[in-house]
């Protein structure tokens, strides 16, 4: 059975991260894809960056599907919503430091180091220390 | 100011998605280091597999620090102590997905298509789009 798609559990992580480090957690969308929500006016090139910092928007919701939250814009009040096939990049303000997403149908992203040893994991499962049930 | 260590949060981020995908999260831990408290009787050069999953064992904590919880090994109650530098991967046990961390001091791990992509990033800062205060 094919796993789900890790990349909303990156985004979380990184987000937490970036976050956790005081700095400032900027995303770069694909403004036109379908179903995304942004305020159309700051889309430049078909795309938009947006801060989405805890201090900068408001009922943040990172979830399997997509990045959803409230934020304002012009002195307007914008629900954003960002599916995670739309998001091209996660990244902190202060060093760019973060991840870059190929956009379009989100896929399975490369978890550190897997792509030179999975063939180790997959080839030795393991046969000792296996916890019996509580 | 250098960032934190990632690991942490990627490890709860994988482990997340193994869990999600209803598999089984086992962790490989070299049993060699420093802080190490794992059930050395099922030690094998040095190195040791552990169930990790919610049905195998209690009060499960991933912190920035170390994976910490309870296990059963030969009907015994123990408590185990891997730190973030002892970790060697995280994959489900059915497929050998995961990730796999080079051991020693925990060091930045490469976020996602973050190789090639960082020096574009730290390049061009947004001017658009940014969400003032709510």
Redesign the interface.
Known sequence: ?P??S?RP??V???Y??IV??H?IP?I?VDASQQAVS??SH???NGQ?????SP????MLDINNEAIVC????G?KVATLFVPMAALM?L???E????????TGQPQQ??????R????????K??????????
């Open positions: 059975m796993m789900t890790n559990y990156l979380r992580a990184c937490e991260w956790d480090n700095c900027y770069l942004v305020p700051y889309v430049k938009i960056v947006l801060n989405i201090s900068a928007v408001k409230e934020g304002r814009f002195g990049a990244y902190a303000k060093n760019g430091q973060g991840m870059v997403f190929s992203e490369q978890w550190p180091g897997s030179h040893e999975s063939a180790r994991l997959s080839a499962p393991p046969r000792a220390g296996k916890s019996s049930k509580p």
